[in-house]
T-cell receptor, first 114, second 110 residues
Framework: KAGVTQTPRYLIKTRGQQVTLSCSPI?????VSWYQQTPGQGLQFLFE???????NKGNFPGRFSGRQFSNSRSEMNVSTLELGDSALYLC?????????????FGAGSRLTVL | SQQGEEDPQALSIQEGENATMNCSYK?????LQWYRQNSGRGLVHLIL?????REKHSGRLRVTLDTSKKSSSLLITASRAADTASYFC??????????FGQGTRLTINP
């Protein structure tokens, strides 16, 4: 079966712009989690969606938002980009988010903010 | 921090040698997972060990878990160049999110 697909893979933006990243989970997976990865902070949890509802949110400013559609596809948006938002953004899906599941990750979207 | 700590941060060995990396965590767990990340790519799940297990094997991977010390180790035997990657341990924060350690960067030299 197809894996988790993230688009775009690479993008370059300038400060103040906004960006939207897309994630298509594995078919049948209803939970989608987003992570930001930077060399300094490592992997930081952004948020998780299940059945179009945000259930969990990490410690990020309101400039970071997301949503999930009825087909479980998810998007995240970052508004008013800052240089520090340059990172690899990873999406992961699972059947359900529980303490027993493993996550299947996409290849990531590499965002560079100039 | 909610995250675990991995040790060492970086490890460089010769092909064919064994590689051991360690992870310490802070809270009680139901299970602990290990993931691998090739440079700039997504993470790949390697192995999950439950809190009532002490050791688990998968191919050339051996994971141990010591819940009394809140620590785990990942051993890769007979390393290959393709094992060059970053390795992360991860634990669940409640049932809300999977939190990752800072990772060990493993380099296998030919």
């Amino acid at each position: 079966k197809a894996g988790v697909t993230q688009t775009p893979r690479y993008l370059i933006k300038t400060r103040g712009q906004q960006v939207t990243l897309s994630c298509s989970p594995i078919s049948g997976h209803r939970s989608v989690s987003w992570y930001q990865q930077t060399p300094g902070q490592g992997l930081q949890f952004l948020f998780e969606y299940f059945s179009e509802t945000q259930r969990n949110k990490g410690n990020f400013p309101g400039r970071f938002s997301g949503r999930q559609f009825s087909n479980s596809r998810s998007e995240m948006n970052v508004s008013t980009l800052e240089l520090g938002d340059s990172a690899l953004y990873l999406c992961a899906s699972s059947l359900e988010l529980s303490g027993a599941n493993v996550l299947t990750f996409g290849a990531g979207s590499r965002l560079t903010v100039l | 921090s909610q995250q675990g700590e991995e040790d060492p941060q970086a490890l460089s060995i010769q092909e064919g040698e064994n590689a051991t990396m360690n992870c310490s965590y802070k809270t009680s767990i139901n299970n602990l997972q290990w993931y691998r990340q090739n440079s700039g790519r997504g993470l790949v799940h390697l192995i999950l060990i439950r809190s009532n297990e002490r050791e688990k094997h998968s191919g050339r991977l051996r994971v141990t878990l010591d819940t009394s010390k809140k620590s785990s180790s990942l051993l890769i035997t007979a390393s290959r160049a393709a094992d060059t990657a970053s390795y992360f341990c991860a634990t669940w924060w409640g049932a809300q999110k999977l939190v990752f350690g800072q990772g060990t960067r493993l380099t296998i030299n030919p």
